[in-house]
């Protein structure tokens, strides 16, 4: 069984910068489809990043291309959000998720995603 677990959320002033990390445990392929989602109150979870991480191969939300950046780390199935110049309007509990089996072709796809996370709170103070 897949687990995810974040961390790294916080408080930061806009223009500011923070870095979310999302371990998978239990994942037993060789790469990963893994990806951020966020959700803001009232508002729908919305797809921002995703990577495959045999490839290396990312995927961005227009909201957040240029500012964040995800990235495959040297542990095995650990990737990282670095958001930076965050706006107000990011502020939105962040979700890991993966897809798995992980199939690049259906990577950045965000219906696909079928594991989740538990969350991690950013709130960006304007």
């Known amino acids: 069984q897949v687990e995810l677990m974040e961390s790294g959320g916080g408080s930061v002033q806009a223009g500011g910068s923070l870095t979310l990390s999302c371990v998978a445990s239990g994942y037993t392929y060789s790469s990963a489809c893994m990806g951020w989602f966020r959700q803001a109150p009232g508002k729908e979870r919305e797809g921002i990043a995703a990577?495959?991480?045999?490839?290396?191969?990312?995927w961005y939300d227009n909201a957040v291309s240029g500012r964040f950046t995800i990235s495959r780390e040297s542990a095995r199935n650990t990737v990282s959000l670095r958001m930076n110049n965050l706006e107000a309007g990011d502020s939105a509990t962040y979700i890991c998720?993966?897809?798995?089996?992980?199939?690049?072709?259906?990577?950045?796809?965000?219906?696909?995603?079928?594991?989740w996370g538990q969350g991690t709170q950013v709130t960006v103070a304007s």
């Open positions: 990577i495959y991480t045999g490839s290396g191969t990312t």
């Open positions: 998720a993966a897809l798995s089996p992980p199939s690049e072709s259906r990577c950045g796809l965000w219906d696909a995603f079928t594991i």
